[in-house]
């Protein structure tokens, strides 16, 4: 049995709980113990941009806690497994973790350095591994024609992920949507960010990106895009909805998050399992596509 | 695509500031720029230059090294980069162009220019530990999913961000 304490960062949670729903669903299903940590705080990454220090204590603290129950951290949300995972690595060198636990001492924590971070995709990559998922598959996605996206912070910076997947040329999402029997789309954006790390600042950048990659993605024929952040949800999902008012376009491109895709192949309830029902754009032609006979 | 007219005005020697660099390197995450040769693969890759050329890492590691100062902390686009790392996955000289960056934006920080969604967010943080409110109806809509509460150390994470002195951080005036 894999245990992990489970990291659900803030935006998931909070704003995209579908994500969290089917995640929770996928690793019971799977054999994945998830242990809720309620200590966590947010992982630090939006706090670097004013303070790298605050940043990096702020992941210390969270590495601190999974630490002090013996038990790796599961992310959901990408910018979170890079952000906990570049901690890791910063946090491996001495005059660092010495440092920064000289501040941590002072909330009665400290860290040994001994955490590590997975994303849930790569827990599933890994730890299942895919011939597991494939003899879990109970209905049929072979006519689902899916864009992977993968999120920047899944595999950068590189020197965080112990080349678990190549950040030029990723290849497990792929893999991942194979194992439920869709069919992965290659596209030339793939590697594209979704822009939503400086949405706060400025919309101008995302707006921008979703568009490039939407318009890429929409010549390929596919029946969907599948995420595994909520960040890059939230962009390709819902800003998609909010570009075709602004800029007058009729993007429909459903978007699921892998946890969603890979619960539906396992046979679990489209709504009461995976939440596909919260999805902002509408899910229901690709159910019908699928022969599942459920009206969201 | 925009046009680039930020090339336009002469610099300045008497007006450069010669330690800026140093102060910047003194960072052990930019103690790379030294090697930078200019190629411009960061800036080929980076997705934020495609729509607004101004946001230029190129141009912003040659800018710290002359001593460009106040130019480059109060260049609005410095907070627009989307964190692909696209920069220094990229850079033949291992120059992490990122960190770099972010060297540079807590230094504008301090000077006055942070954008105020990031501080506000902060001050989120020390209230609930994530940069969300956890309200009532929250509550609700987790639970109609039967989903476990959500809790979060904020006192801890709120001791930690005043040690850093990222409490003391305010947002950049609204001109």
């Not at chain 1, 001495?94 to 994303?119: A, M, P, S």
């Not at chain 1, 899916?146 to 997947?165: I, M, R, T």
């Not at chain 1, 991942?176 to 029997?181: C, H, M």
Request: with cysteine; glycine share 6%.
């Amino acid at each position: 049995m894999n245990r992990y304490a489970l990291f659900l960062g803030c935006t998931t949670p909070t704003q995209v709980i579908q994500y969290e729903l089917s995640s929770r669903w996928v690793c019971k299903h799977l054999g994945i113990e998830l242990v809720d940590i309620d200590d966590f705080v947010c992982c630090g990454i939006n706090q670097i941009n004013l303070s790298q220090e605050a940043g990096l204590m702020l992941a210390a603290m969270n590495l601190a806690h999974a630490e002090a129950k013996e038990l790796d951290i599961l992310t959901l949300c990408a910018a979170c497994t890079g952000a906990l995972a570049e901690a890791v690595e910063s946090l491996k060198d001495q005059e660092t973790r010495d440092r920064v636990n000289r501040k941590l001492q002072t909330i009665g924590l400290k860290y040994n350095g001994r955490t590590k971070v997975k994303h849930i995709s790569r827990v599933l990559y890994e730890d299942v591994g895919i011939d597991r998922i494939k003899i879990k598959i109970k209905r049929d996605l072979s006519k689902f024609r899916v864009a992977p996206h993968y999120g920047c912070h899944y595999l950068k910076p590189e020197s965080a992920f112990e080349g678990f997947d190549d950040p030029d040329n990723p290849k497990t999402l792929h893999q991942l949507i194979s194992a439920t029997g869709a069919f992965p789309v290659q596209y030339e954006t793939l590697n594209l960010c979704c822009g939503g790390k400086s949405f706060p600042i400025s919309k101008e950048p995302a707006f921008y990106l979703v568009q490039k990659k939407l318009d890429n993605i929409m010549g390929k024929k596919i029946d969907c895009m599948v995420v595994q952040c909520q960040t890059c949800y939230l962009m390709y999902s819902d800003q998609q909805k909010v570009i075709n008012g602004r800029f007058k376009k009729q993007y429909n491109v459903p978007v699921l998050l892998y946890p969603q895709l890979l619960g539906i192949a396992l046979g679990g309830d489209p709504i009461n399992d995976l939440g596909l029902n919260s999805n902002t754009v509408s899910l229901n032609s690709l159910l019908a596509k699928g022969e599942i006979n459920k009206q969201l | 695509m925009k046009q680039d007219n930020s090339q336009s005005e002469p610099i300045r020697i008497s007006k450069l500031d010669p330690k800026f660099k140093s102060e910047v390197m003194k960072h052990k995450d930019a103690q790379g720029l030294n090697a930078c040769f200019a190629c411009g693969t960061c800036t080929a890759g980076c997705p934020v230059h495609e729509i607004f050329p101004e946001y230029d890492p190129r141009k912003l590691a040659k800018m710290v090294k002359l001593g460009m100062r106040k130019e480059v902390l109060s260049i609005p686009y410095i907070w627009y980069c989307v964190t692909c790392h696209n920069c220094e996955q990229r850079c033949p000289q291992n120059v992490k162009f990122f960190n770099i960056l972010n060297v540079l934006k807590n230094m504008a920080a301090k000077e006055g220019y942070a954008p105020s969604p990031w501080v506000e967010q902060t001050q989120q943080i020390m209230q609930t530990g994530i940069v969300f409110p956890k309200d009532e109806e929250l509550a609700k809509k987790r639970e109609s999913f039967f989903l476990p509460v959500l809790k979060s150390d904020c006192k801890k994470a709120k001791k930690l961000i005043e040690l850093a002195g990222l409490d003391k951080i305010k947002a950049k005036k609204q001109s």
